[in-house]
């Protein structure tokens, strides 16, 4: 699964079918596009235009995908968009189980209004397609919209008017879409697919991660040994508390560094990467950035969470893709 958040609006509307006007747009980091920029508003208004939005939303080619997108009940902006395999036909549990798990995502976040796109045969996507309207019925949550997409050509699972919707599908090109110029204009790159988006992000192996590993493990015994002598000393602070108290002087000092254009020691990246499992760690990162030096922040968390160590990937990486 693949999720992420945008402020896209994602209400296709019919029968004009390359409308578009200013709606929000995200740009993802590293090849894709990035959230953190002054944002550029592109209105999802048709089938055409949400097909031409979701590489963009994804930053990758869709491919064998399901995406599911919730929107914001107030705003009808985009506010979650998943991402699943397309499941094997012959396993229709599978699909049921999908549907369940993303419904399941989006009433938690007490989204109201949703579209789906299934990549693939209507043998493999119709399934989904059906569980995803079941589900989202008893979750009182309307699937405006349910297409699937093959072969440049889009069907729709909802609409069964003829005219607007012909039984062997309705031709559509993206890459000249204005939802798509816009995107690439602001600076969006999409990625061939979901493997080499993962690489942007993947683990560092070799000395760099073996040295990583040294790291993070030499500054977990560094806290717990001043835990203790401060607990001897008669001050009794606990490990939490002082990695946040740490971590946000070792925050500071890493964006200022990455903002004049250089880098962290191994030694401070696995403190940072400890760091930045507590909450207020975190706050404090999200609050100091600005758009002025998103390149810097960008290159910050990337390499962070490239460098960190299972069990401390998720902040810098979330990090990595948070509005500001």
Not at 72 to 95: I, N
Not at 141 to 148: D, F, S, V
Request: aromatic share 4%.
């Amino acid at each position: 699964m693949t999720p992420n958040t945008t402020a896209a609006s994602a209400r296709p509307r019919r029968p004009r079918p390359d409308q578009s006007r200013a709606r929000q747009a995200p740009r993802f980091p590293a090849g894709a596009l990035d959230a953190r920029v002054p944002p550029l508003r592109v209105r999802i208004g048709s089938p055409t235009s949400l097909l031409s939005v979701i590489p963009g939303l994804l930053g990758f080619d869709p491919g064998h995908s399901i995406v599911v997108i919730g929107t914001d009940p107030r705003t009808a902006q985009v506010r979650v968009t998943l991402r699943y395999d397309v499941p094997d036909p012959h396993r229709p549990r599978v699909a049921t189980a999908l549907a369940s798990h993303a419904i399941g995502l989006l009433t938690a976040q007490g989204i109201t209004s949703a579209v789906a796109v299934g990549y693939g045969p209507d043998a493999a996507v119709a399934p989904v397609a059906a569980a995803l309207r079941e589900c989202a019925a008893k979750a009182e949550i309307a699937m405006t919209e349910l297409l699937r997409a093959e072969n440049g050509r889009y069907w729709s699972y909802v609409c069964v008017d003829p005219a607007c919707c012909p039984p062997e599908g309705t031709p559509f090109d993206i890459a000249d879409h204005p939802a798509a110029r816009a995107l690439r204009a602001a600076g969006g790159h999409v990625l061939a697919d979901r493997t080499a988006l993962a690489a942007t992000v993947a683990a560092v192996g070799g000395p760099t991660g073996a040295a990583m590993r040294r790291a993070t493990k030499d500054s977990l015994a560094q806290v717990a040994r001043c835990v203790t002598r401060l607990d001897e000393a008669g001050t009794h602070v606990s490990m939490a508390r002082l990695t946040a108290a740490l971590g946000q002087v070792a925050v500071r000092d890493a964006i200022q560094r990455y903002r004049a254009g250089g880098t962290v020691s191994a030694e401070h990246a696995a403190w940072l990467t400890i760091a930045l499992a507590q909450v207020r760690v975190r706050d404090d990162a999200w609050a100091r950035m600005v758009p002025k030096h998103q390149g810097a922040h960008l290159r910050l968390w990337t390499e962070l969470t490239r460098l960190a160590r299972p069990g401390y990937v998720a902040a810098p990486a979330a990090l990595r893709y948070c509005r500001r």
